[in-house]
């Protein structure tokens, strides 16, 4: 079965500082992943995907195959990047295509 | 263009009761998912709809859910004597096709008294 795991329920960073948000994922063949933010009272909202390798407000994720881990980074937090963050690999699995949400971690960034 | 949207926004219903909770996605967009999330399990998935079928309904949690999307765009996910570990919020999915982004809309809070 797939899974995803992000060990850090939460992580407290200040302002300016760098910040990774870890994920590892379980994965048989090539894994569709993807990262997810809720902001405070917002929808679930697309951050990044993997595929696409683009910076989305100044956030990187690179796929390790070989470490099977999706970490997310940043090298300058700000105060507005405080928000749950999910990691979610595609279940590409049977005829399904839903995305296995990770449980989440909670990122404050104090000022 | 419009996003996700649901209905109701808020729904509290007593234990017993079924309740129906509507999804309409963005539009053109063929692929339809509903998602639930609560304190306890996280963001758990429910049910995927292509067009208006639904390959696989084993992510349901028991035989008192199901849904069903008509038209290829509106969905209900229906809840029948509702328990109170059915409290949640219930997220809609929508993406051009399967295996493309999911945009979500801004779920509906279900609270079983």
């Known amino acids: 079965a797939q899974r995803v795991t992000q060990p850090e329920k939460l992580l407290s960073v200040f302002k300016g500082a760098p910040v990774e948000l870890k994920c590892n994922y379980s994965y048989s063949g090539s894994p569709e992943l993807f990262w997810y933010v809720q902001y405070s009272r917002q929808h679930l909202q697309l951050l990044l995907r993997h595929i696409s390798r683009e910076s989305i407000k100044g956030f990187t994720a690179d796929l390790n195959k070989g470490e099977t881990s999706f970490h997310l980074k940043k090298p300058f937090a700000q105060e507005e990047d405080s928000a749950m963050y999910y990691c979610?690999?595609?279940?590409?699995?049977?005829?399904?295509?839903?995305?296995?949400f990770g449980k989440g971690t909670k990122l404050s960034v104090k000022p | 263009g419009a996003g996700v949207s649901q209905s109701p926004s808020n729904k509290v219903t007593e234990k017993g009761k079924d309740v129906e909770l509507r999804c309409d996605p963005i539009?053109?967009?063929?692929?339809l998912y509903w998602y639930r999330q609560s304190l306890g399990q996280g963001l758990e998935f429910l049910i995927y709809f292509q067009g208006n079928s639904a390959p696989d309904k084993s992510g349901l949690p028991s035989d008192r859910f199901s849904a069903e999307r008509t038209g290829g765009s509106v969905s209900t996910l229906t809840i029948q004597r509702t328990q109170q570990e059915d409290s949640a919020v219930y997220l809609c999915a929508s993406s051009l096709e399967r295996g493309y982004e999911q945009y979500f809309g801004p779920g509906t809070r279900l609270t079983v008294t």
């Open positions: 539009s053109g967009h063929t692929a």
């Open positions: 979610a690999p595609m279940n590409y699995g049977g005829s399904q295509g839903n995305l296995i």
